[in-house]
């Protein structure tokens, strides 16, 4: 114990506290916390101590800090802390919030084998064929907003989950055809899903991430009150019932997606037809189908989005990536997975957008299961220790001082012969940036991310120019949610080239002749 008391002495520096509350008033109810622990970052180095009413809490604010800490030492640093109001709401079952459990085990197993970089080339063709109809509905849709239009491309994922015709099809029972999937409530507590299997899922996703923001619920500081009765603890009766809600309508979608699926391709169906998801209950089954479509959907929109923003505001950088897909690509063909290697320019569009603005700057915290150190720095055990992959993206140490400006060149450099651009070769295989975390529970659908974002800018920018339209831009949005959220702006997407909408439905019947004869040989 004096040991422990005399290694606390080095404890990471950090702002001071409070007595009793320590930290946590600086921090609860400070929305886009990234922005403020990124400020500390500049004060105190690459990890910074933060005391959450007793609670230490370890920020992790360098990429070489987290590589030393959560990749190399990853067996003391894969497990969560507790969040009592998520763990209610279904943590337990819930893979990027679950501790490190043998149910975690078995469901990043079954996910790694659907999802890891091999396997992800099996999607190129649906990652291809969506990215055109996302163009299709950039330029001619005018009923939906765009955010709807993002989230439907990013929706490719969910139909390799839950199978094309089930993702195409309502989700609903068909006895509650046209009613809500469960109950709606208009209150803001109130976990709402309805019909509409995209905004449901969002909807479920942002339950989850408000949860675990630092300091949203008074029992994660201070336990004792999770002993409070239902009647006197609104938080557990709120969370018990959208657990209810969010196990009946995961287990709804993956039965949907059983009955439809005649070709026994999506996950849904491997999980249950073959061994892959042996170790898996049922329930475990629903849930892990589930959370990983809403892993995948907002996460990938919000990159989208960010990257149309990026383009309003930099249209030098857009005129270089045109200038790169009108070489490399020209006119007559749309872009393709084959043609990766040969855009370098649009392959760090990619990097850059990921590390300019990530769309989790933070993530949920892990545990670090003995005292540790990390320099000259102690880690005492039971510390939840905290990704800031916002300030390791704005490394001036690393990146240069101009980490405020989206500039891709920052992952490129002239070729030997000095007359074409080239990935900077300690990039080529590496991200570039922190966007998709570390250690055994870094992100395990990075892959198919990747490709989903090379392929969908790569096809926008072949067919659109898009120009800003002038209008005010809110970007201090408050929010209390781990998801960065994205700017209200507006912009105008023009065609290219003459032909383009009679050229993408072309496109479109393509594949579908494509799909509908592979469907075909596969019947027969
Ligand atoms: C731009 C897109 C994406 C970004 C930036 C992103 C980022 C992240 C981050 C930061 C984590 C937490 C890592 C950590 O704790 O260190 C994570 C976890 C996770 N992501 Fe992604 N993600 C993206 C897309 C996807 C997609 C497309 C899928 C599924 C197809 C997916 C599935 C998951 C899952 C299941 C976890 C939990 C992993 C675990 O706890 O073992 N993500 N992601």
């Given at each position: 114990m004096r040991n422990s008391n005399r290694n606390r002495r080095n404890l990471p520096p950090g702002p001071r506290g409070w007595p009793i509350v320590g930290n946590l008033p600086q921090v609860a109810g400070e929305g886009q916390i990234w922005r403020l622990l990124t400020k500390w970052k500049y004060e105190y180095g690459s990890l910074t101590y933060l005391n959450m009413g007793g609670q230490d809490l370890i920020v992790i604010n360098s990429r070489r800090a987290a590589l030393e800490i959560?990749?190399?030492?990853s067996a003391m640093y894969s497990h969560r802390p507790r969040h009592i109001v998520c763990e209610y709401l279904g943590g337990d079952m819930a893979m990027p919030f679950t501790g490190y459990t043998r149910t975690w085990q078995n469901m990043r197993r079954a996910t790694h084998e659907v999802l890891n970089n091999q396997a992800a080339v099996q999607y190129h063709p649906v990652q291809t064929e969506e990215a055109v109809i996302l163009v299709q509905k950039l330029l001619f849709d005018h009923s939906s907003t765009l955010r709807e239009k993002l989230n439907a491309s990013a929706a490719t994922m969910l139909s390799v989950i839950y199978g094309r015709k089930s993702v195409n099809a309502s989700f609903l029972p068909s006895s509650q055809e046209g009613k809500p999937a469960v109950t709606v409530s208009a209150s803001p507590d109130r976990l709402l899903l309805t019909s509409d299997i995209l905004q449901s899922l969002a909807n479920i996703g942002h339950r989850f991430t408000s949860s675990v923001y630092p300091g949203s619920y008074l029992v994660d500081a201070f336990p004792i009150l999770e002993h409070v009765p239902e009647f006197l603890a609104p938080w557990k009766r709120d969370a018990m019932r959208d657990r209810k809600d969010m196990s009946k309508a995961f287990q709804t979608y993956y039965e949907e997606a059983l009955k439809n699926d005649d070709n026994r391709e999506s996950l849904c169906a491997r999980l249950t037809?073959?061994?892959?998801?042996?170790?898996?209950?049922d329930e475990e089954k629903w849930w892990v189908t589930g959370v990983v479509s809403v892993a995948a959907l907002e996460t990938t929109s919000t990159t989208l989005a960010y990257f149309i923003f990026a383009m309003t505001l930099y249209p030098e950088v857009q005129r270089k990536a045109h200038e790169e897909l009108d070489r490399v690509i020209g006119r007559t063909q749309n872009p393709n997975f084959s043609d990766m290697m040969n855009l370098p320019y649009i392959r760090a569009v990619v990097k850059e957008i990921l590390r300019w603005n990530p769309p989790l700057p933070v993530v949920v915290p892990r545990i670090a299961l003995e005292d540790d150190r990390y320099g000259d720095y102690f880690i005492p055990k039971g510390a939840a220790v905290f990704e800031n992959l916002w300030g390791m993206n704005y490394d001036k140490e690393v990146y240069?001082?101009?980490?405020?400006d989206f500039r891709p060149e920052r992952f490129l450099q002239q070729t030997e012969k000095g007359d074409e651009l080239e990935i900077k070769p300690e990039y080529e295989n590496e991200d570039g940036h922190s966007s998709y975390g570390f250690g055994r529970r870094k992100c395990v659908g990075k892959h198919v991310a990747d490709n989903a974002l090379f392929i969908g800018i790569c096809t926008i920018l072949w067919a659109v120019d898009i120009k800003p339209v002038e209008c005010k831009i809110d970007l201090a949005r408050h929010t209390l949610d781990t998801v960065n959220p994205i700017p209200d702006f507006q912009c105008k997407f023009v065609p290219r080239f003459e032909g383009l909408d009679s050229f993408l439905q072309q496109l479109r019947d393509n594949f579908e002749y494509f799909r509908q004869h592979k469907d075909s040989e596969q019947q027969i």
């Amino acid at each position: 114990m004096r040991n422990s008391n005399r290694n606390r002495r080095n404890l990471p520096p950090g702002p001071r506290g409070w007595p009793i509350v320590g930290n946590l008033p600086q921090v609860a109810g400070e929305g886009q916390i990234w922005r403020l622990l990124t400020k500390w970052k500049y004060e105190y180095g690459s990890l910074t101590y933060l005391n959450m009413g007793g609670q230490d809490l370890i920020v992790i604010n360098s990429r070489r800090a987290a590589l030393e800490i959560l990749e190399r030492r990853s067996a003391m640093y894969s497990h969560r802390p507790r969040h009592i109001v998520c763990e209610y709401l279904g943590g337990d079952m819930a893979m990027p919030f679950t501790g490190y459990t043998r149910t975690w085990q078995n469901m990043r197993r079954a996910t790694h084998e659907v999802l890891n970089n091999q396997a992800a080339v099996q999607y190129h063709p649906v990652q291809t064929e969506e990215a055109v109809i996302l163009v299709q509905k950039l330029l001619f849709d005018h009923s939906s907003t765009l955010r709807e239009k993002l989230n439907a491309s990013a929706a490719t994922m969910l139909s390799v989950i839950y199978g094309r015709k089930s993702v195409n099809a309502s989700f609903l029972p068909s006895s509650q055809e046209g009613k809500p999937a469960v109950t709606v409530s208009a209150s803001p507590d109130r976990l709402l899903l309805t019909s509409d299997i995209l905004q449901s899922l969002a909807n479920i996703g942002h339950r989850f991430t408000s949860s675990v923001y630092p300091g949203s619920y008074l029992v994660d500081a201070f336990p004792i009150l999770e002993h409070v009765p239902e009647f006197l603890a609104p938080w557990k009766r709120d969370a018990m019932r959208d657990r209810k809600d969010m196990s009946k309508a995961f287990q709804t979608y993956y039965e949907e997606a059983l009955k439809n699926d005649d070709n026994r391709e999506s996950l849904c169906a491997r999980l249950t037809d073959t061994s892959l998801g042996g170790n898996l209950t049922d329930e475990e089954k629903w849930w892990v189908t589930g959370v990983v479509s809403v892993a995948a959907l907002e996460t990938t929109s919000t990159t989208l989005a960010y990257f149309i923003f990026a383009m309003t505001l930099y249209p030098e950088v857009q005129r270089k990536a045109h200038e790169e897909l009108d070489r490399v690509i020209g006119r007559t063909q749309n872009p393709n997975f084959s043609d990766m290697m040969n855009l370098p320019y649009i392959r760090a569009v990619v990097k850059e957008i990921l590390r300019w603005n990530p769309p989790l700057p933070v993530v949920v915290p892990r545990i670090a299961l003995e005292d540790d150190r990390y320099g000259d720095y102690f880690i005492p055990k039971g510390a939840a220790v905290f990704e800031n992959l916002w300030g390791m993206n704005y490394d001036k140490e690393v990146y240069g001082p101009d980490v405020e400006d989206f500039r891709p060149e920052r992952f490129l450099q002239q070729t030997e012969k000095g007359d074409e651009l080239e990935i900077k070769p300690e990039y080529e295989n590496e991200d570039g940036h922190s966007s998709y975390g570390f250690g055994r529970r870094k992100c395990v659908g990075k892959h198919v991310a990747d490709n989903a974002l090379f392929i969908g800018i790569c096809t926008i920018l072949w067919a659109v120019d898009i120009k800003p339209v002038e209008c005010k831009i809110d970007l201090a949005r408050h929010t209390l949610d781990t998801v960065n959220p994205i700017p209200d702006f507006q912009c105008k997407f023009v065609p290219r080239f003459e032909g383009l909408d009679s050229f993408l439905q072309q496109l479109r019947d393509n594949f579908e002749y494509f799909r509908q004869h592979k469907d075909s040989e596969q019947q027969i």
